[in-house]
């Protein structure tokens, strides 16, 4: 049998090669570091074989793994370590005020202002690799930014600043950058002291292979990343390792399982043989789970650390976003939803009764179109319109794709289709919370049906609620256009979710409403 192979490196060897971490120097080549990447088990500790724990015995062994050995405070185990950190970094803010002299009620909207600029400096991110020197950078500049934000604010409070309270103001900044990198360090040294300690998050590494056997023990020699690895989850370990320093707990399309019998808190996604199309669907069946993931990139050995990235004994790693519907965010995009399409039903009200009295002249009774249509997590709704053309029978009106080129539609109807004002008693939809403003646009469960079977990402874009417009409409994907194009927008604008990308849709739609082609 020969040795597998972990995609992605050069660096595969048998269990009987141990590579020891060395500097190999030839006469044409410059110094290399190389990984220790040995696959026999530590003198004395347990070892496991490649056969997959029963499904019974995981949430055991994920107890007695991560056991907390200290007493920590909830919520430093349930949120990470950023608000040992905010405390450091008021207590530092104050600090300097103090010693200026400074401090007054005045101050409250320079910590104010500082604490939001670093929030969205990213220095409150969980990180797993801690140093105030790394921060040294993002604080020198967010404190610079807060003294010119805080003047604006003190001048718009009717408390403007002369030029003893700008230069006051630069030194509190100064002053205010060294006694932040200072408590600092001395809260990175209490969280390191703590994951070694108290704060143990449970891990999960996808892939068994020589490179995550390597990361797995890493993390066992390393607790100061606080991640305590639990075992591995992989379809097809590798092939000629027997025993195992940390157990197989399933099969690659098992982990949303498993995270769930183990209470895991962090996956750790490492080469193995699974396609990347069967890890990309895995991945997001986790969307909403409380975990975060991370990715070993390809050819690491020469990738670049950026900012936004952590890395583990030198080895890289990159966070993936958190599902969309996690981010704190999430819950102002439903009450803009809600406060929105109420206002627009209010405003647009005379519109919609004098469309309501043109449907009914046209085509008579029944002015509004009711339609199932497939929502958020395959879920079911009814779907209101103006009706712009009445359907034979319900088969038609379920399977019809397109009638835009219908030749029963009236002036009234092609005038609806043509400016999407049909669409206009959607907002009661949203407002009931059957739809969003700005999502994937829902289909009929029919074609739903066949979409799925043809395109393998289609059911993905089902993972937020449906909307009125989207980021593939206003890039003119409706009507007969390519569904794989519409599912591959759809899943780009779920991944990438943001308010300001909402906004960006809806600025876009309602420059383009009268203007595009009906669907």
Known sequence: MTDKTDTGTSWTKTRAETIETRAVRDENHWPQLELDLRVDSPAGGATWTGEPL??????EHAARTARRRLF???ILHSHGSWPLVLISDIVALISAKLILDQLSRR?????????????????????LTLSALDDLPRVSLALLGTVGLSTIALSLLNQPANQDHQESQLMFALLAVAIVTILRSLAYLTIRYLRRNGIAHRTMVVGAGLIGQAVARTLHEHPEYGLAPLGFVDSNPLGLVADYEFPILGHTDELPKVLQLTGCRTVIIAFSTAPEEQMIDVIRQCDRMNCEIFVLPRLYEVHHVSTDMDYIWGVPLTRLRRGAQRAASWRIKRLVDIVASGL?????????????VAVRFEGGPGVFFKQIRVGVDGRHFALLKFRSLRPVDEAESATNWNISHDNRLGPVGRILRKSSLDELPQLLNILRGDMSIVGPRPERPHFVE????TYPRYWARHRVPCGLTGWAQIHGLRGDTSIADRARFDNYYVENWSIWLDIKIIVRTMGAVFTRAGS
């Open 54 to 59: 029963p499904p019974e015995a995981l949430p």
């Open 72 to 74: 920590v405070p909830a």
């Open 107 to 127: 101050s409250l909207v320079t910590f104010a202002i500082c604490v939001a600029v670093f929030g969205l400096a990213g220095l409150y991110r969980s990180r």
């Open 344 to 356: 627009a039903l209010i405003v647009l009200a005379p519109l919609m009764a004098l469309i309501a």
């Open 450 to 453: 066949q979409f799925r079977q």
